[in-house]
């Protein structure tokens, strides 16, 4: 007999492919996925490119700072717990497993309210606002760092790593070099500023473009507007909005990676295996996260962190000079890591509580 499964997340990149790396095994462990969002937020388009049938309900966002929607927004969530209820007990699914985001807490209400076990991840070391919330009506919370489980209350916790997309590991160093069009071997260095692309990361990297391309090639991922039509013909430098398709080839092609330190992110440098630079979001941009998910992968030895007060375009140089030298270490700490692709885990998970 077939199960069923209904996932949620969104609001951000983040809250999604986590989702997309499980359906996969999903639907080879017989699992009919469906899932639920809202109406116009990042996930729709992405699930719906995936051919899962897809449920919109309101949501509001929850923010911890003052705003104008915050007296509005609780009644957006309190319409999207009926709407989410409804939804849950005429599809009947034997779990419901939540990735996180504002969308997640009427979903994770409602599957409560049906009696419907769900099972939740939480990327970063420290719950976000939307799943400290959700907690009390989870059945087990999947937590990515070893230090996040004692901080789950009811002994909720359970450590599964993050869920790693299996295309990523099947990327074409040959496509990708083709594809970057680089007529060299020199080492690459691939930079990724998030999905919104981070000016302050652009601005470092081609502060010091001139003397980095003697050495090495670079890819820049420079986010949605921030592509600098002048060096479109510098030899060995491309710079992309965004990546999607050949991503998978241009991470098999690179030797480093600079990024922000988003968990998804960092546990696929890890995975795969990339002496990296992590420049976290700082503390007055986000709720801090980065910069614990960072502290984390320097302790480990993954990563070599820069903090985004200190960042400047000599530093990055510096830095990258020294990660290169070194790689060799770092990538030795990787392998010894003890966290692995979260994917099976968190499957046997889903078919354990399972109705």
């Known amino acids: 007999m077939s199960k069923k499964i209904i996932m949620t997340g969104g609001g951000s990149a983040g809250h999604v492919t986590p989702n997309l790396a499980l359906i996969p095994r999903l639907k080879e462990e017989g699992y009919e996925v469906q899932y639920i969002g809202t ?17 919109a309900i309101e949501s509001g966002k929850l923010r911890r700072y003052f705003d104008i929607k915050n007296f509005s927004d609780p009644f957006k969530v309190i319409k999207g717990v009926f709407q989410a209820k409804k939804i849950i ?17 009427p979903v994770v209400i409602g599957a409560y309210l049906n009696k419907i076990p769900v099972l939740t991840h939480e990327s970063d070391m420290t719950p976000g606002l939307a799943n400290k919330l959700a907690t009390p009506y989870c059945t087990k919370v999947c937590v990515t760092f070893p230090e996040s489980v004692e ?21 074409s160093k040959e496509k990708g070099k083709s594809f970057c069009g680089f007529k060299n071997n020199k080492p690459v260095i691939m930079l990724m500023g998030g999905s919104l692309g981070s000016k302050v990361l652009n601005d470092s990297l081609r502060g010091v473009l001139d003397k980095l391309l003697k050495s090495y090639n670079v890819i820049h991922i420079c986010g949605k507007g921030h592509i600098d039509e002048s060096l479109n013909n510098k030899e060995g430098y491309r710079q992309f909005e965004y990546i999607s398709k050949e991503l998978p080839d241009l991470m098999a092609l690179a030797d480093m990676f600079i990024s922000r330190s988003g968990a998804n992110s960092i546990f696929e440098f890890l995975a795969l295996k990339k002496p990296n630079i992590l420049v976290p979001l700082s503390i007055n941009a986000s709720r801090g996260d980065q ?8 302790k480990s030895g993954y990563s070599v962190v820069i903090q985004e007060e200190d960042l400047n375009a000599d530093i990055l140089l510096t830095k990258i000079e020294a990660l290169y030298r070194d790689k060799e270490k770092y990538i030795e700490s990787m392998e010894n890591s003890k966290v692995k692709n979260g994917v099976e885990q968190i499957i046997s998970l889903i078919k354990k509580y399972s109705k």
């Open 39 to 55: 109406k116009d937020g990042i996930e729709r388009k992405i699930i719906e490119d995936a051919k899962i049938p897809y449920h």
């Open 89 to 105: 007990k005429n599809e009947k699914p034997d779990v419901v497993f939540s990735k996180g985001g504002f969308v997640a807490v």
């Open 151 to 171: 901080k789950v209350k009811n002994n909720k916790g359970v450590l599964t790593g993050t869920p790693i997309r299996s295309e990523l590991f099947k990327g």
């Open 291 to 298: 910069i614990l998910n960072a502290k984390s992968f320097e």
